[in-house]
């Protein structure tokens, strides 16, 4: 079983910065791979960025560049910087975490754990 909070949403000008934290609480494990999604008002959820085991990272096309994702392993503490915020970029914000790496993480299949979301605003 893996809990994840997160922490550090709040608002924000447009070109602004934040910092999004997730602590994951698990049985002695560090999942396999952790990443963050997010759903926007009246859209679905999208995967925003995603980091496995090793180190290996993949982001959605609308983050690239801007956005950057980090993880501590021994802590199993997860976070996404992101620069330039975007009015679009307005969205809760979710942890989450999966047994499954390699080309799952990397597409954002469909994770095991959720956190229960932390929210970004962003004012143009």
């Known amino acids: 079983q893996v809990q994840l909070v997160e922490s550090g949403g709040g608002s924000v000008e447009a070109g602004g910065s934040l910092n999004i934290s997730c602590v994951a609480s698990?049985?002695?494990?560090?999942?396999?791979?952790m990443a963050w999604f997010r759903r926007a008002p009246g859209k679905e959820r999208e995967g925003v960025a995603s980091?496995?085991?090793?180190?290996?990272?993949a982001y959605a096309d609308s983050v690239k560049g801007r956005f950057t994702i980090s993880r501590d392993n021994a802590k199993n503490i997860l976070h996404l910087q992101m620069n330039n915020l975007k009015p679009e970029d307005t969205a809760i914000y979710y942890c989450?975490?999966?047994?499954?790496?390699?080309?799952?993480?990397?597409?954002?299949?469909?994770?095991?754990?959720w956190g229960q979301g932390t929210q970004v605003t962003v004012s143009s």
């Open positions: 698990t049985s002695g494990y560090s999942p396999s791979c």
């Open positions: 989450a975490a999966s047994p499954d790496g390699g080309n799952k993480c990397r597409t954002f299949f469909a994770p095991t754990y």
């Open positions: 980091m496995d085991w090793s180190g290996r990272d």
